[in-house]
């Protein structure tokens, strides 16, 4: 085989199976459960400024999920101080120790 086309080859496994890693990375979920504060409603522990997040019940224990900037800034005055059920939707990533969703869409109950 021709060493242009073994490399073209190349490229276009690696372009397809970054394509796939990428496609994975972006599924959107759909979390439902309780939107509100990590500082006021929670209490977390070291959390010096209000936060939105959503509390999931997974497999018997709860999952707290962080809004990214936009949707906390967006959505933190509705459930401040009334935290809400809902059904948040958007691609979630690990951050350290926590679980942001990047938030494209909440439905309050």
């Known amino acids: ?34 939107v509100c504060c990590a500082k006021c409603e929670l209490k977390v522990k070291g959390q010096t400024k209000c936060a939105t997040v959503i509390v999931v019940k997974e497999k018997d224990k709860d999952v707290t999920y962080w809004f990214d900037p936009a949707g906390d800034k967006k959505f933190h005055g509705k459930i401040c101080t009334e935290p809400m059920d809902g059904t948040v939707t958007g691609t979630v990533k690990k951050d350290g120790e926590k679980m942001i969703v990047t938030v494209k869409d909440v439905k309050f109950k």
């Open 1 to 34: 085989m021709h060493a242009g086309k073994v490399m073209g080859l190349g490229l276009a496994l690696v372009l397809a199976v970054a394509l796939t890693s990428r496609a994975a990375d972006d599924d959107e979920k759909k979390l439902e459960g309780k």
